[in-house]
């Protein structure tokens, strides 16, 4: 037995330290938090040589820079440097702050919330390996560093701690192929997974193709992973690329664009920040004139009014038509004369500022068929009826010498009939026109003749009752 | 014992005199290679490729020419690399105790004072070593990892031509018999 031991010792001996190393590597496999003790004394040992090492290249270059090539510019130098960093990541939480519509309330949300809460810290070694992205860094447990926290400079993220003993803390890059953190885009607001490659630059996996993300667009972290808080840099998206199942997306760091620091922050403990609002589609956009010699509007037309929804569209066409015949809403005593509304519904007069309501000669805002509030009382006192109609006059007063000028087409009336108000159109007589009365000459409405009902019911009757006819005489009583 | 460039492969393992080395030397030299590759390409990026713990091994290993002295030292200075590193404690552990146990084996039967074994040795080792790692990541850890064999086989000749550089260093820290 001895001599097959002797004869066989090298080959046992190894195959002994293989499965005792087989054992460990299963066993931290599993558990990485397991067989610590190993990682925490070679971590101890190789700390203090590192720190000397690093405090002696500092201590060398510093006194080579400080008092050999240049005194004091060096030291102002990096104060200034220091207190840049500093603003700027005040100056990126202000800008998020501010930019809320309500800026009372971020006043008031600045005021309660303070900036995260960091502890400063330098790399002092890098990882083991050829391509590891694994650096350590001088703040452990004993500063209050725990697993899992996010670092960062102000210039964006970094990476995250994976391990904290008690004089040093192992960071993972976000270079590392196995770093991931959940990003958001500043203008599409699409949230991705961003993954390190082991490339200086990094992609944003599980973003759906239908997604729009461009080149040149901002990353922040979007605090779905708990780790980094929401509003964070990451960097800028160089390109954008369709992939085999989601979109492709590169981004370049922006906390290493000045390669692997030497100074980070750790944070304690992160504050959710907003991420800056990039311009919103439905604001109002400004639209200039549209070149002379365009023929698809009518001649002498004003700059049209600034694109928006159909209530700024309707607002600007009564706005206009007020203007036009000077006329203050809401400033007339009652009993005034309201403005002549059927000039909307005329092509020709909603050129003057308004856009055209739809088809020409009729009113969109309200469908068809709709039946009117009887009780509904508009300005000057008269009954509302379908928008783009104007009240009779009541009873006794003289026909509205402006009545028949542009009259609306009679609800019903085919619609091949020319508008009664047209300019071009003649004037014939017992036509019903506004109130009932038959149209004159342009500009002028004849009195009835007594005793002729008018072909088209008076509005203030077909509002009251669509399917009535004309009251005797024509007239609306009141 | 002069060199004879005709003679590479001993004719026994007598003939290949076993080199001694203080106690220390076993402490410090794989103790500075890891420092070596922690903290030099924090400001010298493009030295990441040299992988001194291997290189050191190497040495150690082919001029103990002992396999158990050489598996022993390789285990020990991959479970330190692995400490050091975010991998799983063993991967680098298992490799080197593997490439300390061969380079032993091969030290006992060629001359491994000739620089030009001293180079083949060397970007052997380092593939194997690199390709030993992969093939563990893949089947033990699971991880979707690409061998390069050309920029290998590159980082291989570099790594042996800075380990004649570095073994010539090191044959200076022997004790003389």
């Known amino acids: 037995m001895e001599s097959l031991l002797n004869r066989y010792r090298n080959i046992t001996v190894l195959l002994l330290v293989i499965m005792a190393q087989l054992v460990l590597l299963a066993v931290s496999a599993k558990n990485p938090d397991d067989v610590r003790f190993i990682r925490i004394w070679t971590v101890t040992a190789v700390t203090p040589v590192a720190r000397i090492i690093e405090g002696l290249r500092g201590g060398s270059t510093g006194f080579l820079h400080n008092y050999i090539v240049l005194h004091d510019t060096n030291q102002e130098n990096q104060r200034l440097r220091s207190e840049l960093d500093r603003m700027k990541m005040e100056n990126v939480f202000l800008k998020n702050e501010l930019n809320t519509s309500d800026r009372a309330k971020a006043i008031q949300v600045f005021q309660q919330h303070t900036p995260s809460k960091t502890v400063a810290a330098t790399i002092i070694f890098t990882g083991a390996g050829s391509n590891s992205k694994v650096v350590f860094v001088d703040r452990g447990t004993m500063s209050g560093v725990q697993r899992g926290m996010a670092v960062v400079t102000p210039d964006g993220i970094v990476g995250k701690v994976i391990a904290a003993y008690p004089t040093a803390s192992q960071v993972l890059l976000i270079t590392d192929p196995d770093f991931a953190a959940g990003v958001v885009t500043e203008k599409s607001q699409v949230h991705g997974t961003l993954k390190g490659q082991g490339t200086p630059q990094c992609k944003v996996d599980y973003v759906a193709f239908e997604e729009k993300v461009e080149p040149g667009e901002w990353v922040y972290t979007s605090g779905d992973d708990r780790i980094f808080p929401r509003g964070f840099r990451v960097g800028v998206v160089k390109a954008v690329r369709p992939g085999q199942s989601f979109k492709e997306i590169l981004v370049e760091p922006s906390g290493m664009q000045r390669g692997l620091v030497e100074d980070v922050l750790i944070l304690i403990e992160g504050v959710h920040q907003r991420i800056p609002d990039a311009p919103s589609g439905m604001q109002p956009i400004y639209i200039a004139a549209p070149p002379p010699g365009n023929e698809s509007k009518p001649a002498g037309a004003a700059v049209p009014a600034p694109v928006g929804t159909e209530a700024d569209r309707l607002r600007s066409q009564y706005q206009a038509l007020g203007e036009e015949q000077k006329h203050t809403y809401g400033e007339n005593p009652p009993g005034a004369k309201p403005p002549d509304f059927t000039r909307l519904a005329n092509p020709g007069a909603a050129g003057q500022g308004a856009y055209p309501l739809g088809p020409a000669g009729k009113n969109t805002a309200s469908p068809a068929g709709t039946p009117p509030n009887p009780g509904a009382v508009g300005q000057g006192g008269y009954p509302l009826g379908p928008p783009g109609k104007s009240a009779p006059p009541p009873a006794g007063k003289p026909p509205n010498p402006e009545a028949g000028k542009n009259s609306p087409p009679v609800p019903g009336a085919p619609p091949a009939a020319p508008p009664a108000a047209s300019p071009a159109a003649p004037a014939k007589t017992g036509t019903g026109g506004q109130g009932g009365y038959p149209l004159g000459p342009p500009g002028k409405s004849a009195p009835p003749p007594a005793g002729t009902p008018a072909k088209n019911p008076p509005d203030a009757a077909r509002r009251l009752n669509p399917s009535a006819g004309t009251p005797a005489g024509g007239q609306i009583r009141r | ?177």
């Open chain 2, 1 to 177: 014992m002069t060199y004879s460039g005709e003679r590479i492969l001993l004719s026994s393992q007598r003939e290949g005199q076993v080199s001694r080395f203080r106690k220390w030397v076993f402490l410090v030299v794989p103790l500075v290679a890891i420092l070596f590759q922690v903290y030099v390409p924090m400001f010298f990026p493009f030295l990441s490729f040299l992988e001194m713990p291997l290189l050191v091994v190497v040495y150690f290993a082919i001029m103990r020419r002992s396999q158990i002295s050489g598996l022993m030292v390789g285990a020990l200075v991959g479970l330190a690399q692995d400490s050091l590193s975010k991998n799983p404690l063993g991967m680098f552990g298992i490799v080197k105790t593997l490439v300390g146990y061969f380079a032993a084996s091969v030290g006992v039967r060629l001359d491994v004072e000739h620089g030009l074994i001293r180079l083949l040795l060397g970007f052997f080792f380092f593939v194997f070593h690199q390709f030993l790692y992969w093939v563990m990541s893949r089947a033990l850890l699971g991880q979707q990892m690409t061998f390069d064999w050309p920029h290998t086989a590159m980082l291989a000749a570099l790594n042996a031509v800075v380990g004649v550089a570095l073994f010539h260093f090191l044959d200076k820290l022997k004790e003389r018999a």
